[in-house]
């Protein structure tokens, strides 16, 4: 199967590391225009430039934070200037917030973490909606996690927000249907990012291990329901965010693509 994405441009927020930087790669070896945000100016630009000289397609750097309407705005219309429209928005941008017991985790986290995980999730569609409704196609892929569906008790403000995504894309997907724009949720589990190998690092460092037996403590221990036993790779929910950005996807809408290493114990 080749994915021919040829003609069509796609916005990664939080492309500049992790499963964004991962993603934006994927969708150009397809051949998409990408865009890609963060709030790294630096980095954001060295993420674009590395995908470019891989793939030869072009990429485009923004510094932006999601949370803020004007900076979305501005992007989007910096976009459309640019690469002429968004046909694809991979709502990849968020944070697992504050970590540990109920009681002790403020409100207030609640809410901010609610703010960057999800309301910014819904200012993205909105502003890049009325391009897709009118060209008729659409391809919006929103990140969740396998916390949305089996909650950790020490992340329950994460835990909230993730499952809020699995149900906003469901909804949208409903109402987009008539319009040809396919809504999908992707939900990764202990993906070997950049963040998770700093953790990792810092775990041995503390027990004086190697971060390899860090990792395979922290699987044991921690993630003890990934029937494949090791972390996710970045690539491999990249793959899945551009096959469901593809043509080949054209029947799949409102679907929650658990890439998970089976971790998530319900059926
Ligand atoms: P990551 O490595 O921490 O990368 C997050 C990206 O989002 C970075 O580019 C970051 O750049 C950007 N970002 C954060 N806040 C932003 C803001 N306000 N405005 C614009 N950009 C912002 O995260 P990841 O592990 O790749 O995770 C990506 C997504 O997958 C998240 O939604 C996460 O919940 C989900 N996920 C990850 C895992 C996992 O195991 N890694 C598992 C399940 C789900 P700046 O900080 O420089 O802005």
């Not at 900076?71 to 709502?91: R, T």
């Not at 995980?117 to 892929?141: D, F, Q, T």
């Not at 396919?182 to 993906?191: E, G, H, K, R, Y």
Request: with cysteine.
């Amino acid at each position: 199967m080749n994915i021919s994405l040829t003609g069509k441009v796609a916005l990664v927020t939080g492309g500049s590391k992790g499963i964004g930087a991962a993603a934006a790669l994927s969708l150009s070896e397809a051949r998409a225009k990408v865009a890609i945000c963060s709030r790294n100016a630096d980095e954001v630009k060295k993420t674009a430039e590395a995908i470019e000289a891989k793939t030869g397609h072009r990429v485009l750097a923004i510094t932006a934070d999601v949370t803020s309407q004007a900076e979305v705005d501005q992007m989007v219309q910096e976009i459309i200037s640019s690469l002429g429209g968004i046909d694809i928005l991979i709502n990849n941008a968020g944070h697992v917030g504050e970590i540990g017991a109920f009681e002790d985790i403020p409100t207030e986290i609640y809410s901010s973490l609610y703010e960057l995980n999800v309301v910014s999730m819904v200012r993205l569609v909105k502003a890049v909606l009325p391009g897709m409704k009118a060209k008729k196609w659409g391809r919006i892929i929103n990140l969740s996690s396998e916390n949305g569906l089996q909650p950790d008790p020490d992340m329950t403000p994460y835990n909230l927000t993730k499952a809020a995504i699995i149900n906003f894309s469901k909804g949208l997907s409903m109402s987009l249907g008539a319009h040809n724009i396919l809504v999908n949720t992707v939900s990764p589990a202990f993906i070997y990012t950049p963040l998770v190998a700093d953790m990792l690092k810092g775990i041995a460092a503390g027990n004086n291990s190697s971060p390899e037996d860090a990792l395979q403590k922290f699987l044991h221990d921690k993630r003890p329901n990934i029937v494949l036993k090791r972390a996710g790779r970045v690539e491999e929910v990249g793959a899945a965010i551009a096959f469901l950005a593809s043509e080949q996807a054209s029947f799949i809408t409102g679907t929650n693509l658990r890439v998970d290493g089976g971790s998530v114990g319900s059926i």
